[in-house]
């Protein structure tokens, strides 16, 4: 099974500024099978992005993802209100998907 | 409006099964794969498994494989997944979420329209 472990467990940052997520699998995966997801309270998760780096539909630019082998990233360039929530990282490539445990970005 | 709707909360006692389902609308069941995932307080979330509702075949998580039977009814355009020999933690808040490639008959796929959630409560 792969584990994948994200980073930091919490984010304090505040609107305009940029911030970087981590997720790192405990093996290498193929980066077409790496998703990230953003949740608010009560709700459902959203896809963001899959294969590692492409938007899913709707989803704003200033949301990108990235990386290759065991470390990803997802990086929203300037935060807006809205985008304070908790967000994790998904490997759908194997017979068993998983998730990582989630980072919790919140206002400074 | 692309949406999945599922039934509501349920309370049942250790040892019980849960039945919950998830009604697709907006789009054609049959042409997109379902999973079923649960996030329990404080954890991860966690997959289930997936069906793929046009041919039938399904695939379930090695964890849950023994517990866990999905079933589609198409007339009704809904998925069913149900659990059996709960105990208490299994209480969580269970999602239905439909992977993203039309007519892609894999489970190795993101999920892009995610059902609203049941919470199913195991309690004595």
């Known amino acids: 099974e792969i584990v994948l472990t994200q980073s930091p467990g919490t984010l304090s940052l505040s609107p305009g500024e940029r911030a970087t997520l981590s997720c790192r699998a405990s093996?290498?995966?193929?980066?077409?099978?790496l998703a990230w997801y953003q949740q608010k309270a009560g709700q459902a998760p959203r896809l963001l992005v899959y294969?590692?780096?492409t938007r899913a539909t709707g989803i704003p630019g200033r949301f990108s993802g990235s990386g290759s082998g065991t470390d990803f990233t997802l990086t929203i360039s300037r935060l807006e209100p809205e985008d304070f929530a908790v967000y994790y990282c998904?490997?759908?490539?194997?017979?068993?998907?998983?998730f990582g445990q989630g980072t919790r970005l919140e206002i400074k | 409006q692309v949406q999945l709707v599922q039934s509501g909360a349920e309370v049942k006692k250790p040892g019980a099964s849960v039945k919950v389902s998830c009604k697709a609308s907006g789009y054609t069941l049959t042409n997109y794969g379902l999973n079923w995932v649960r996030q329990a307080p404080g954890l991860r979330l966690e997959w289930l498994g997936w069906i793929n509702p046009g041919k039938g075949n399904r695939k379930y998580s090695q964890k849950f494989q023994d517990r866990v039977t999905i079933i589609r009814d198409t007339s009704a355009s809904t998925v069913y997944m149900e659990l059996s020999s709960l105990t208490s933690e299994d209480t969580a808040v269970y999602y239905c979420a439909r992977g993203q490639s039309r007519g892609y008959n894999g489970h190795d796929d993101a999920f892009d329209i995610w059902g609203q959630g049941t919470m199913v409560t195991v309690s004595s």
């Open positions: 294969g590692a780096a």
């Open positions: 093996q290498s995966v193929s980066s077409t099978y």
């Open positions: 998904q490997h759908y490539g194997t017979s068993r998907i998983t």
